[in-house]
């Protein structure tokens, strides 16, 4: 930095200080509501203000937490839930991709399929969830199908449509060297839509979420769908409550991680 | 037999709406080591010219001859093109952006490998060869992309407006740089403008076009003494203003002739 006057350094030192003051004092309340939010939740189950049977307590949730990450079966039923999740969107987003690739290959095929996207896109997939399980059985890859079905058509119609969007000088530049339409795809299309896809990713995390949560109550053997239909089924809300915990937890970390890989990606 | 001959060029554009026709009759011809302009307002389809001559656009009418054979397409790579923004790719580096053509070509090699990083210090960007464009100023960018050009070795090169979105001064010493460069390997070239002094400045022969459709209205020579300076030099040069007054006063009279659309 180079020297400046003591009076602007001085009010510089204050500037900072002042944000950093604003900071505390966002990190204070957010601390806040977390805090005051539990604690009324808690005082009002105990006072039973609020029935005990459906609302559960924290305290509640937490001693059962606390005895399923003792017996370990917690963590084989989120295991299996993550797993299911990753695969689902990582096969959604490469399924997506490859779609919008063969569509601007063919664009007579894109112009022919684009009312079937626009259908497909707009019904709510989980209600293929049925037919799903008749076809691939009740299991494992019938949620795993789900996860990623749910996310493959706006996957496809966003990256098309960033596929598309790539400026056309730089085909130009690349045909004046006699490149083929699979160099041309290779070395400006795809690079070029790198962030679009990285930001589908990030939106499919989510998206899967909700197919394969759907997927285990429809299949109900394991995973974090099926601990709050079991809660559901045998009325215990405790165990309903904590897994959502649990889920809103991982699916936030899960986010976060995409999102820290989008940045670095997209920063080299 | 001249190196390229422009053989009766006429090309419409269709769209929904309408057709529009961008060029008409354009007959010219062009000697090897030439450095042609083609001048003219915006509109008046000298970009469609180009990729019609660089074989990337199949006119309606017409046909370019090279050499005395038809040109088919860019796939033998005898051209090469530049355009008003450098294009260089973000995601590669300076040197993955300048072997580029050779590599999609096929071509290589050690050797030419070597001969483009050559080309790449005596253009003045030695020791930006891991760097992204980014990194680069909008001149040393522009000139990267004209290594990338040069660097796959074109029989003819293009220039579409090349210079037009620098600053001045950028724009004048990237004149005189293109200008010797070129002259060094004796290419054959075409360049884009809508700057009299520009096209005066760096070209042999100049195409002034006229638009509603693209047509060549008047083929000026570049005197003998400007030919021989750089574009700075010859800026400065007593033929200089007489030439620009003579061309500036052929397109005003144009504008009167036809009326704007
Ligand atoms: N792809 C296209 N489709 C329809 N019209 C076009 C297309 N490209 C150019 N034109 C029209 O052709 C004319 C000439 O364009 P262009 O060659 O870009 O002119 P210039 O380079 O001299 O400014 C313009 O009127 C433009 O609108
Ligand atoms: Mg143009």
Same mark, same amino acid.
């Given at each position: ?103 601007w290959w ?44 749910? !996310?493959?058509? =706006?996957?496809? /119609? ?7 969007? #790539? +400026?056309?000088?730089?085909l %130009?530049?690349?045909e004046?060297?006699?490149a083929s339409r699979y160099v041309c795809f290779?070395?400006?299309v ?52 904590? !897994?959502?915990? =649990?889920?809103? /937890? ?7 991680? #995409? +999102?820290?890989?989008?940045? %670095?990606?997209?920063?080299? | ?261």
């Amino acid at each position: 930095m180079k020297k400046s006057s003591p009076k602007i350094e001085q009010s510089y030192n204050d500037y900072i200080k002042t944000l950093k003051k604003e900071k505390r004092l966002v990190l204070f309340y957010q601390l806040l509501i977390f805090i005051v939010f539990f604690s009324i939740w808690e005082l009002l189950s105990r006072q039973e203000w609020i029935d005990p049977l459906i609302f559960s307590s924290p305290a509640k949730i937490v001693s059962l937490l606390f005895h399923k990450v003792q017996d370990g079966s917690i963590f084989s039923h989120a295991g299996f839930t993550i797993y299911e999740t990753i695969l689902g969107f990582v096969l959604g987003t490469l399924c997506g991709t490859l779609l919008a690739a063969f569509l601007w290959w063919f664009p007579m095929a894109s112009r022919v399929l684009d009312p079937y996207l626009v259908i497909l896109n707009a019904m709510p997939k989980v209600a293929l969830g049925p037919i799903l399980i008749v076809v691939l059985g009740p299991g494992f890859s019938s949620i795993i199908a789900m996860g990623a079905v749910i !996310s493959i058509i =706006i996957t496809t /119609i966003v990256i098309y449509t960033s596929f598309r969007g #790539v +400026d056309p000088n730089y085909l %130009k530049v690349l045909e004046t060297f006699g490149a083929s339409r699979y160099v041309c795809f290779k070395e400006a299309v795809l690079p070029a839509s790198f962030p679009a896809i990285i930001s589908t990713l990030k939106v499919n995390v989510g998206l899967s979420w909700v197919g394969v949560i759907v997927g285990e109550f429809l299949v109900s053997q394991q995973g974090l769908g099926y601990l709050i239909i079991y809660g559901f089924q045998v009325f215990n809300f405790t165990l309903v409550l904590m !897994s959502l915990l =649990i889920i809103a /937890i991982i699916a936030t970390i899960m986010y976060q991680l #995409v +999102d820290y890989l989008e940045k %670095k990606i997209i920063k080299s | 037999m001249s190196f390229l001959s422009v053989q009766k060029i006429s090309h419409t554009y269709f769209t929904k709406k309408m057709s529009k026709t961008a060029l008409q009759d354009i007959q010219l011809e062009i000697e090897e080591g030439q450095f042609v302009s083609f001048l003219g307002p915006s509109g008046c389809g000298k970009s469609t010219l180009l990729s019609i001559i660089a074989g990337l656009l199949k006119p309606t009418n017409g046909e370019i001859l090279l050499e005395g054979k038809t040109l088919v397409s860019g796939r033998d790579h005898v051209i090469g093109y530049m355009l008003q923004q450098d294009y260089l790719f973000p995601w590669k580096t300076i040197e993955e952006n300048i072997l580029l053509g050779l590599k999609i070509l096929n071509r290589l090699t050690p050797d030419s490998k070597e001969k483009v990083t050559r080309l790449l210090k005596d253009i003045g960007l030695e020791g930006t060869e891991s760097q992204y464009p980014r990194q680069l100023s909008g001149g040393m960018k522009q000139r990267a992309a004209l290594v990338r050009t040069l660097a796959a070795e074109p029989k003819i090169l293009m220039l579409d407006e090349p210079f037009s979105a620098l600053d001045f001064q950028t724009k004048l010493k990237l004149e005189d740089l293109v200008w010797s460069t070129l002259k060094s390997f004796s290419k054959t070239a075409i360049l884009v403008t809508h700057d009299i002094g520009e096209a005066i400045a760096m070209s042999d022969v100049i195409h002034l076009f006229g638009t509603n459709p693209g047509h060549i209205v008047k083929t000026v020579e570049v005197t003998k003494e400007l030919r021989k300076l750089t574009p700075f030099n010859a800026r400065n040069h007593r033929d200089y203003s007489a030439l620009f007054q003579t061309v500036w006063k052929e397109l005003e009279s144009l504008e009167k002739i036809i009326p704007e659309d």
